[in-house]
């Protein structure tokens, strides 16, 4: 059922005139719900664990919601057919930020503390890092992660007092994560 609604998708945007993507577009897809959908989406946010390998029903669905507002949002500004895999990556990454702000694993005071950190500094280097390992978990490489990738990773985390804890580094990690496929997918749908 998600292929056919991605083909039409595809299909929407062959259709469509190709023009330049305005970043600010992709704001659209958070309006796009409706009452119903957006009780969907409040419904499957909590069921959503990023951290998990194994199929998830409720990821499906929320792909599938989300579709609907990209497919929406694409007839609305005629995206070109390029813009339609940056849109779905960049609402998705959207909504799993909101899973997590509102659902955990992360406390709220973790996300505070997060999101205080980020706001320090020139964070370019840790974003670029968080966006190469966005990419390669769109390729399927979860595992790979390079030496200075690491090095950043790691140097993040001790910032926000999490040392050696493993599974709340990788709680962290899915939240930066969920930031970086908006800030990498915003880029890519400006570069269409």
Not at 109 to 131: F, I, P, Y
Not at 153 to 179: C, N, R, S, Y
Request: negative net charge.
């Amino acid at each position: 059922m998600m292929r056919a609604y991605w083909l039409a998708g595809a299909a929407l945007m062959m259709a469509s005139g190709a023009q330049a993507a305005d970043p600010a577009q992709l704001d659209c897809m958070a309006n796009s719900y409706t009452d119903e959908q957006t009780g969907q989406i409040d419904g499957l946010l909590p069921q959503i664990d990023m951290l998990s390998e194994a199929e998830s029903p409720a990821m499906e669905a929320l792909g599938m919601v989300a579709g609907t507002a990209v497919l929406t949002c694409a007839a609305t500004h005629q995206w070109g057919e390029a813009d339609f895999e940056p849109a779905i990556f960049f609402e998705l990454g959207r909504l799993m930020e909101q899973a997590i702000r509102r659902h955990g694993p992360l406390s709220r005071d973790e996300v505070a503390k997060v999101d205080a950190a980020l706001a320090k500094g020139d964070r370019s280097s840790l974003w670029t890092a968080l966006e190469e390992q966005v990419a390669l978990g769109v390729a399927g490489q979860t595992d790979e992660v390079s030496p200075r990738n690491a090095i950043l990773f790691g140097a993040f985390m001790l910032e926000l007092g999490i040392g050696t804890d493993e599974a709340k580094g990788e709680q962290v990690g899915a939240f930066l994560g969920a930031m970086a496929m908006q800030r990498s997918s915003r880029r890519a749908f400006a570069e269409q």
